[in-house]
């Protein structure tokens, strides 16, 4: 069997699994907060990758987290994944802390890292139901589920298939059904278009969009500025650390002093020091013309 074998059908309405249910945090926080970093810091040794992180992302919306090369931005991700421990500040995830807490406010979550990490001797049902044991999901109910997103994604015929023979792209397909398997209230999402074919990533899209239309939440970060634009309701930029911009499209655009239509790589560029960018890629174009 071969990927290119599976021939598309007319698309069925799609339905994502919805977001569960859950009670209002008992400390007096606004239940519409699904996220709120609070003066978040993380240090290896002498450096500081990210200081003093304040965020709040609201229930029901997407909002994108954006920043160049070694602003902190894959740390705070993997902070917020639970992977790595802040050194300083608070984490809460639908009211519940990740250090104190972490069972609980991990269970909220569904991550996708930029790289499809998977047990290779698995067959991608099998993956699926291990994914939704460690969850303590599993049944008729989550083997309908796993059902139901291997078809969105076209990889019916390859469920007992050994993950060893998936394709690159079939692999991250693989690795976003399984963050929705246990039905998470957030999605964190790194780099969510890599190795994705054009269909995958429309359907991707389409995917979030009706995550958050039934209350769910995503949390995205990307290189690709043109995708935050387009899906984002909100975007934080962060910089050697820090958040140096957040806001709508239009706030954006006012706290940079852009123009009124300017798109979002204009926004990232003059925040972020494209002035300096600028002055290199003139640099190269001299020197290519001579």
């Given at each position: 069997?071969?990927?290119?074998q599976s021939?598309?059908?007319?698309?069925?309405?799609?339905?994502?699994?919805?977001?569960?249910?859950?009670?209002?945090?008992?400390?007096?926080?606004?239940?519409?907060?699904?996220?709120?970093?609070?003066?978040?810091?993380?240090?290896?040794?002498?450096?500081?990758?990210?200081?003093?992180?304040?965020?709040?992302?609201?229930?029901?919306?997407?909002?994108?987290?954006?920043?160049?090369?070694?602003?902190?931005?894959?740390?705070?991700?993997?902070?917020?994944?639970?992977?790595?421990?802040?050194?300083?500040?608070?984490?809460?995830?639908?009211?519940?802390?990740?250090?104190?807490?972490?069972?609980?406010?991990?269970?909220?979550?569904?991550?996708?890292?930029?790289?499809?990490?998977?047990?290779?001797?698995?067959?991608?049902?099998?993956?699926?139901?291990?994914?939704?044991?460690?969850?303590?999901?599993?049944?008729?109910?989550?083997?309908?589920?796993?059902?139901?997103?291997?078809?969105?994604?076209?990889?019916?015929?390859?469920?007992?298939?050994?993950?060893?023979?998936?394709?690159?792209?079939?692999?991250?397909?693989?690795?976003?059904?399984?963050?929705?398997?246990?039905?998470?209230?957030?999605?964190?999402?790194?780099?969510?278009?890599?190795?994705?074919?054009?269909?995958?990533?429309?359907?991707?899209?389409?995917?979030?969009?009706?995550?958050?239309?039934?209350?769910g939440t995503?949390?995205?970060?990307?290189?690709?500025?043109?995708?935050?634009?387009?899906?984002?309701?909100?975007?934080?930029?962060?910089?050697?650390?820090?958040?140096?911009?957040?806001?709508?499209?239009?706030?954006?655009?006012?706290?940079?002093?852009?123009?009124?239509?300017?798109?979002?790589?204009?926004?990232?560029?003059?925040?972020?020091?494209?002035?300096?960018?600028?002055?290199?890629?003139?640099?190269?174009?001299?020197?290519?013309?001579?």
């Open positions: 069997m071969t990927e290119s021939v598309d059908a007319p698309e069925a309405p799609m339905a994502t699994p919805a977001p569960p249910a859950r009670g209002a945090p008992g400390d007096g926080r606004s239940a519409e907060t699904m996220l709120e970093l609070r003066g978040v810091v993380k240090r290896y040794g002498d450096f500081t990758a990210v200081k003093g992180l304040d965020l709040r992302v609201e229930r029901g919306e997407i909002f994108g987290f954006l920043g160049p090369n070694g602003a902190g931005k894959t740390t705070t991700i993997r902070m917020v994944a639970g992977v790595l421990r802040p050194s300083e500040g608070t984490l809460l995830l639908g009211g519940d802390d990740l250090v104190a807490d972490p069972a609980a406010a991990k269970s909220r979550l569904g991550y996708i890292p930029d790289r499809p990490y998977l047990y290779e001797k698995l067959s991608g049902g099998e993956f699926l139901r291990f994914v939704a044991g460690l969850w303590g999901k599993d049944g008729p109910e989550a083997e309908a589920r796993g059902d139901r997103l291997l078809e969105l994604f076209k990889l019916t015929e390859w469920k007992n298939e050994l993950i060893e023979s998936y394709s690159h792209g079939m692999r991250q397909k693989l690795l976003i059904s399984s963050a929705l398997i246990h039905q998470p209230e957030m999605i964190l999402v790194d780099e969510p278009m890599v190795g994705l074919d054009p269909r995958a990533a429309r359907l991707l899209k389409d995917l979030m969009r009706a995550f958050v239309e039934e209350g995503i949390f995205l970060s990307t290189h690709t500025l043109e995708v935050a634009e387009a899906l984002c309701d909100r975007i934080a930029i962060i910089s050697e650390g820090e958040v140096i911009a957040q806001g709508t499209m239009d706030e954006l655009r006012a706290q940079s002093e852009a123009a009124g239509g300017a798109h979002l790589e204009e926004i990232f560029l003059k925040v972020t020091g494209g002035d300096a960018m600028q002055d290199v890629i003139e640099g190269l174009r001299e020197a290519i013309q001579r």
